[in-house]
């Protein structure tokens, strides 16, 4: 079994690697959801991060690297990444890539449904998420893992005959996240939860996103899904990122502030840069992931020119 392989080879490993940079290494694992498909945000600042597949993918991991950068922390930034795969991919076929060094935190998640042959059935995203974690820490016992729980599907909701049909847009959400604090509780390393999903939720209920982009988009909302309206817009994949930034490091995405460079190049308004950054910081201090209350100063301020 390849699991069993490559843990015979860690203590090895661990010898003859050397950490030569004080940069903090984070790994993204993960599918479209992760790389971005069906927006301009799957190539956008591919040069600053390492796509271990060598697809020149930038994706959100590229966003997070964007947004580490104008808050001044070091990160060095990987990602491994199959559209439609599960974590049961990762593991079967790439853990010869991912086992190649220690992780010092490692952002992962799982199919949009839980379960591409079962949606709803968290049970191989609790025992994948279990066997991957297991092998990450047996990298690095020091190692941080996150679990991003995905949002809710617009074409699993309004489309008939589908596992979501007839359900407000906001369930899927919480049922997807109801898998992921399954899986989390009883993996090994395992941190916490990015609620992207339940991130998306909000911007909907605070009128910053329409819920419905079958029926057109409201005037001033943006449609976070893309064209397939299964797949994230270029805003859907800018609030995951926010989600997860605010979550990995504790910072207020807020501190980002409305001239963030990114949300610039994407070509968002101030705005909507800014309702989409206080959505993702409601979620997280719902969850006490960052500190409640108006932004305080000094924060890191975002370049007024992007590099």
Known sequence: MKLTFFRSVICIFSLVSIKVSADTSILFIGNSFTYGWGSSTRHYRADTVTDLNHEGIGGVPALFKSFADQA????????QTR????????LSEKLGVIGRR????VVMHGYSTLDANDPGNPETLISTVGEMSEFLHDLNPEVEVYLTSTWSRADMVYIEDRPWSGQTIYQMAKDVRAGYDKAAAGAIAVKSVN???EAWNRAMQNGIADPNPYDGIELDKVDLWSYDHYHASNYGYYLEALVVFGNVTGLDPRSLGENECSGYELGMSRQQVSALQEAAYEQLVSESRVTAGPLELPVPVAPQRCN
């Open 195 to 197: 609620a992207v999903g």
């Open 102 to 105: 220690p992780w010092d935190q």
């Open 72 to 79: 001044g922390l070091d990160y060095n930034v990987y990602l």
């Open 83 to 90: 559209g439609g795969a599960g974590l049961d991919f990762h």
